[in-house]
């Protein structure tokens, strides 16, 4: 069976975010957002776990960010459409 081109396969956006101290937890965030959203996954945390880089569908980008932005003790850093560049941009934040 042949492979799916590069250019048929689901695009994804991936987005950095950021808890603020005292805010809820990873899994809870992820259900909250993932209410009317199918595709929102965890797909890299830090060390501390006050900063992790969510994966979506791109059709679904909009509506998570505007979740994200409604969310209390959350805030998203970045967003792109390669997860290399995500990381690179937050580990430059830290530092």
């Known amino acids: 069976m042949p492979r799916v081109n590069k250019s048929a396969r689901g695009k994804k956006r991936w987005v950095g975010v950021e808890f603020e101290s005292g805010a809820t937890s990873n899994r809870q965030l992820i259900r909250s957002l993932s209410e009317d959203l199918d595709t929102v996954e965890i797909a890299w945390v830090s060390d501390n776990e006050k900063t992790l880089i969510?994966?979506?569908?791109?059709?679904?980008?909009?509506?998570?960010?505007?979740?994200?932005?409604?969310?209390?003790?959350?805030?998203?850093?970045?967003?792109?459409?390669?997860?290399?560049?995500?990381?690179?941009?937050?580990?430059?934040?830290?530092?």
């Open 54 to 95: 969510l994966g979506v569908k791109l059709q679904e980008y909009q509506e998570l960010k505007k979740k994200i932005g409604e969310a209390a003790g959350v805030r998203s850093l970045t967003s792109s459409g390669k997860i290399r560049l995500v990381k690179s941009r937050l580990s430059s934040l830290r530092n």
